[in-house]
T-cell receptor, first 119, second 113 residues
Framework: GAGVSQSPRYKVAKRGQDVALRCDPISGHVSLFWYQQALGQGPEFLTYFQNEAQLDKSGLPSDRFFAERPEGSVSTLKIQRTQQEDSAVYLC?????????????????FGPGTRLTVL | GESVGLHLPTLSVQEGDNSIINCAYSNSASDYFIWYKQESGKGPQFIIDIRSNMDKRQGQRVTVLLNKTVKHLSLQIAATQPGDSAVYFCAENSGGSNYKLTFGKGTLLTVNP
């Protein structure tokens, strides 16, 4: 595809349910990012992959959040035992650089996001 | 703590006018700053970036100004068009990170025909 795709686009879950959100990055992109965007706020960093390695997960809000990218392409963000405060848009972004260069902007291409609503 | 914020949450302009969107940041260690545009139901889209060693950069109809003295960033859009209506975010690389971005809250720009 031409851009980053995410599925599903909308997800409604009952509190306590587990959810899995999928991200298909731009083909060949090495770096992959997950962000959480609450209503009316800017995106907040969750985690970063370089190929299949999860190099930074400092933004994951709790141990209920888990992300993986086992083959270095598609990534899944899993949220266990969802809570109402997990309601947000989850954005995935990818970047082509192999080794991000400090002091230079390595453009991140964003997908449309998955809107998660926890009832 | 580190923060990137915006002075104005909403901005309404007439088509053809110039728009200025402002942003304040607090982290002096950031190496670059980026402006993103986000339309309803879509992910953020890159507009323009500027490195910390620059004070001005121009793109197509857009100009970004960086004032490190007062830690202020602005995005100027010339001849604003209805298609420019969106939420605009400034972002910075968190604490000099080479991949982590910190986004501001956003400004909603509405262009009236």
């Amino acid at each position: 595809g031409a851009g980053v795709s995410q599925s599903p686009r909308y997800k409604v879950a009952k509190r306590g349910q587990d959810v899995a959100l999928r991200c298909d990055p731009i083909s060949g992109h090495v770096s992959l990012f997950w962000y959480q965007q609450a209503l009316g706020q800017g995106p907040e960093f969750l985690t970063y992959f370089q190929n299949e390695a999860q190099l930074d997960k400092s933004g994951l809000p709790s141990d209920r959040f888990f992300a993986e990218r086992p083959e270095g392409s598609v990534s899944t963000l899993k949220i266990q035992r969802t809570q109402q405060e997990d309601s947000a848009v989850y954005l995935c972004a990818s970047s082509s650089v192999t080794r991000p260069v400090v002091g230079s902007y390595n453009e991140q291409f964003f997908g449309p996001g998955t809107r998660l609503t926890v009832l | 703590g580190e923060s990137v914020g915006l002075h104005l949450p909403t901005l309404s302009v007439q088509e053809g006018d110039n728009s200025i969107i402002n942003c304040a940041y607090s982290n002096s260690a950031s190496d670059y700053f980026i402006w993103y545009k986000q339309e309803s139901g879509k992910g953020p889209q890159f507009i323009i970036d500027i490195r910390s060693n620059m004070d001005k950069r121009q793109g197509q109809r857009v100009t970004v100004l960086l004032n490190k003295t007062v830690k202020h960033l602005s995005l100027q859009i010339a001849a604003t068009q209805p298609g420019d209506s969106a939420v605009y975010f400034c972002a910075e690389n968190s604490g000099g990170s080479n991949y982590k971005l910190t986004f501001g809250k956003g400004t909603l720009l509405t262009v009236n025909p």
